[in-house]
């Protein structure tokens, strides 16, 4: 069992856990870290792995590995066929801004992550020689690609599950991290955080955990946007980490794509391919419209821009000119945003005939998509005929969650779907605190684009070397008691004030549920898919004052208790971050790039029949070579910003066996340390 105590603070009892790791996070990469960890110790030699380990959850079952998914969710491996890890690690790292040794470690962990979740019971389908085919999707040069369905991760996230109650490991389920506390000496020594069931009690829930290492798996930037495919309520713990003084990088480059908007879900592969219609109607419903075809000269490129929207789902500014699939993004957006209307798909229909356009016949699609559409004898007359003889499960999952695609359409939108970046790690999934451990997507292992699937994969290996460093390395004991009641003793103090106010607020104390509509508004118009400087510039200027009122005025909230005002004020620290990065990165010329694009007016319409607010300006390629990462001072509340280059493979990949075995048998490989992996090569403040 966890050891607990009672720690005294200024008359405040508040109960304390003492123990090796705690990992925070109960998504696909949390569980299988604690797994991991608990199995890793136990080959170590350690008598009582259930008094070291434990698993801090703001509940079981939240979560976008829980909750999100696709048509048929891909899960990125190493292929077969003579795919060898150098290989997986140049796709990784051809995007930008992504470090060639955590590729490497990617690619050679690949298929250990992967079957260790076959063995498990995640049902990816093999054929009958037992081989795990693949198939190619977006930003990959080969068919790495495999899939469960739907739920992917879902089905990982329940299979690690049971493996984790079946070790019997200690789950504190209901917490919120608060804040990471920090030794004299910069490394992390334990957390402060709230039992969300609790927060009308005297002590506000408040509860300490004193832990020589600490993972955070706690997710991406969901409630940061206004339109959004990540569940409600996922936050990531960007505002706790950044006051820890972990170094984030590649803020700049989250995903967006087609979702539905009710119930959020991903619209990507065989939901484009079977070519459903697009049309929009005005806010009360009503007006329909074949928005689309205007802006084509045929039929047949119309729908197979719409079936390339499969695998080529993510907005994609080099996918834009001469008809690119990502033209739609663009139309769905100015329809949205400059036209105020909504946007539907709809199964039921191929699309409509309209303007100069033909009506649809599969025959006359071009070659790309016919071929693969009779290859999969998806020639039924409709597209939810298609979609049903192609993808049932994703049928399902609408129908499960209320929506019957046979009867009715799907509103939608460009969402913002996955951060690439998140917080630097080295090749152990340490940050550059010592003892904090970043997996999953808040760890900033992609860069500029990346293979889809490829974040599951990141996912499994980084918590894996995680538990790997733990285990073999950082097995020394927490703080004494009356050491760690030190340290913990202010950050206490300054919390417990916090919770006051926003228990009783003064009069003019801003409103919780308001400032966060703000930020959510903010980051979506000039954070979102469509970027501009002088548009960041403002955005910027209004989130450092909207951060400093929250500061000095306080919060207020209707719903008794104080965590939804704390997450309030968490995200307008997220939102100063992620704003400072993408400026930073704008004021450096970078231009659009990845799954954003840059407006200017001096520059190109991604079509000419555009009006000139969407003149957008090229990549500077050069700056894939830089990667731009951010430093928070909590005393000042201001913004350092770095640049480094991504780093190569190590030279020596330690293969000749006979070294290695001797290595491995003196536990030497997991104390290797790659030293160039986290240094900048340039810092200043701003």
Known sequence: MIQQTETVINGIKIPTYTLNTLVVGSGAAGLNCVNRLFRELVECGAETPKD???????????????????????????????????????????????????????????????????????PFPHNANGAFVGYKTDHDPRQRGTSAGPWTSRFMVEKLHAEF???????????????????PDGSICGAL???????????????????TNLVAATGGPGDLYEISVYPKGQMGSYAQLLEAGAR???????????????????????????IPRYYSTNQKGTDEQEFLNPWFNDMSTLATDIFLKGYQWPFDHDKVANHGSSLIDILVQNEMINKNRRVFMDFRENPRAGDNLQPFKLEDLKPEALEYLQKSGAL?????????????????????????????????????????????????????????????????????????????????VGSMRAAQRIAHVYTQAPLPADQFQTLAA??????????????????????????????????SQYGGMVRSLEGVKTALAAARDQYQKILSTGLKQKPPGFLPALETRELALAQLAYLESILAILEKGGGSRGSHLVTDPAGNLPHPNLTTEWRFIPENMQLRQTILGITYDPATHSFTRTESAPNTPPANLDDWFENTWAAYRKAEVFRKQHADTLKPYKIYAH
């Open 165 to 183: 109650k079946l070790l019997g490991i200690t789950l504190f389920n209901h917490y919120h991290l608060l804040a990471i506390l920090k030794s």
């Open 380 to 460: 039924q007359p409709t597209p939810i005929a298609r979609l049903a003889h192609m993808n049932q499960p994703s049928i399902d999952l609408y129908t499960y969650r209320g929506v019957d695609l046979w009867k009715e359409p799907l509103e939608i939108g460009v969402c913002s779907q996955h951060c690439n970046g998140g917080f630097a790690v080295d090749h152990w999934w340490e940050s550059t605190v010592p003892h904090l451990f970043v997996v999953g997507e808040l760890a900033g292992t992609h860069g500029v684009k990346r293979p889809g699937g490829s974040a599951l994969n990141s996912g499994q």
């Open 52 to 122: 070291q380990v434990a698993l801090l959850t703001r509940g079981v079952g939240l979560g976008t590995s829980h909750n999100s998914g696709s048509d048929k969710q891909t899960y990125y491996k190493m292929g077969q066929e003579g795919d060898l890890a150098a290989d997986f690690a140049k796709t990784l790292t051809a995007g930008g801004c992504t470090h060639a040794d955590v590729a490497l470690i990617e690619g050679a962990n690949s298929l250990r992550g992967f079957y260790r979740l076959a063995d498990l019971g995640v």
């Open 193 to 211: 955080c709230a039992q969300t069931n609790k927060q009308k009690d005297p002590n506000h829930g408040l509860v300490l955990f004193n832990c």
């Open 490 to 523: 202010p950050v206490i103090e300054i919390f417990s004030k916090t919770i006051s106010s926003i228990k009783t607020p003064a009069a003019e104390a801003l409103d919780a549920a308001a400032e966060k509509k703000t930020i959510q508004h903010r980051m």
């Open 248 to 274: 984030a990088h590649n803020l700049t480059e989250s995903q967006f794509g087609l979702a539905s908007l009710d119930p959020r879900w991903n619209l990507s592969g065989t939901y484009q391919q079977v």
